[in-house]
């Protein structure tokens, strides 16, 4: 007999009053929730499952962000109209950032650079400078903005505006709306797909989640010369696809619908054209580029504490695609300075369990390039 696995609880933990937003820290090891109507942070240690700090922050905070490069916490304080910055090596606030309103939902970009962050009462969205901390724009949004996603590219961010019914879309190179969509009644919060083509909107008030989906675009449009990664092709006219094609040789097709297909590409070297074939013809050409590894040459210092979160620089070749880091098992993201310069926050956890040996070995992973605009309609389609 197949046992099915299930959810169980296996802790409760005592936090704060009306706890509200909740982040995992990128590395695994916290789980940082905001106490409402305590005005607190709650610090809970994955490892030992106990609360490890009480965080005093601003008044009624509500959502929690975590930087992707682990060195601090954001909470947005929606009665306070500030935002906590919260150094995760001290766990102590080492700056309060003013000027918002009734900030609610808050995203940050993947290098940790830039925080998004939705002012529910001014319908606007404010970018906050990680490295100055201060305002650098204000975006007008709709009415009464709640989520807030960017991208896994960064090049975009989407914005739930639950008193207009809307979605925004923010284009990050300008800090200006691109485009508004009517979503359903009173959404709340958006999530994206890893490929960045996909967003899901949760409707509160209507029950729903409307799903919306960028057109004619690959993504990613590079990968390893070894293939075996998993491409998404959106356009129209799309269903019933019989093959896609890099340059001659078939990919394996996992998932097809009218707009969306999933396909591995087979290995393969240089730019490769891929092709869509359905039962009305073949799509247009576009470009795939097989891309090599990356080579990996130095990194200073060569040592650091044992609980991490020192900055290391990396030298190698092929760095300006970098999506990770990794310490043994452990991942980290770091910020590509160019393609022969990354540096990235070390993540070795305080737990010698963690590793079966004392020297983790460390690797980079190359990242799916960010998406590019194709299209994807397949002639004398029905």
Do not use: C
């Amino acid at each position: 007999m197949v046992q099915r696995n299930l959810f169980a609880v296996t802790n409760t933990i005592g936090v704060g009053k009306s706890p509200f937003g909740i982040q995992v820290s990128p590395d695994g090891l916290f789980a940082y929730v905001a106490n409402q109507n305590s005005n607190t942070l709650s610090v809970i240690s994955t490892l030992t499952r106990a609360v490890v700090a009480t965080i005093p922050v601003g008044i009624k905070p509500t959502w929690v962000v975590a930087a992707p490069n682990d060195l601090e916490v954001y909470v947005t304080n929606q009665g306070g109209n500030s935002l906590s910055v919260i150094s995760t090596v001290t766990n102590t606030v080492v700056a309060t950032i003013t000027g918002l309103s009734a900030p609610y939902g808050a995203a940050i970009t993947n290098d940790s650079r830039y925080l998004y962050v939705a002012n529910s009462t001014a319908n606007t969205v404010s970018v906050i400078d990680t490295v100055s901390r201060t305002i650098i724009a204000t975006i007008p949004v709709g009415t009464t903005p709640w989520g807030v996603t960017v991208t896994p590219d960064n090049s975009h961010v989407y914005v739930a505006n639950n008193g207009s019914d809307t979605v925004s879309y923010i284009d990050t190179a300008t800090n200006t709306v691109s485009s508004t969509v009517a979503v359903g009644h009173q959404p709340t919060g958006v999530g994206v797909a890893a490929s960045g083509l996909t967003a899901y909107v949760s409707n509160n008030g209507a029950n729903t989640v409307t799903i919306l989906a960028l057109i004619n675009m690959i993504s990613p449009p590079a990968g390893p010369e070894a293939g075996g990664n998993i491409v998404t092709v959106t356009g129209t006219n799309l269903a019933g696809a019989t093959a896609v094609k890099f340059d001659q040789v078939p990919g394996t097709i996992m998932a097809n619908t009218p707009n969306q297909i999933l396909v591995v590409p087979p290995p393969g070297v240089g730019v490769a054209l891929l092709t869509v074939t359905t039962p009305g013809g073949t799509s247009n050409p576009k470009p795939y580029v097989y891309a090599p590894g990356s080579e990996l040459d130095s990194l200073v210092p060569g040592t650091g504490p044992t609980a991490g979160r020192n900055i290391i620089s990396i030298k190698g070749n092929r760095f300006s695609t970098a999506t990770q880091v990794r310490f043994g098992s452990v991942p980290a993201v770091p910020t590509v300075v160019s393609d022969q310069l990354i540096t990235v926050t070390s993540h070795l956890p305080p737990h010698p369990a963690w590793f079966p040996s004392p020297s983790p070995r460390l690797a980079v992973s190359p990242l799916n390039p960010s998406p590019t605009r194709t299209s994807i309609r397949p002639s004398s389609a029905p």
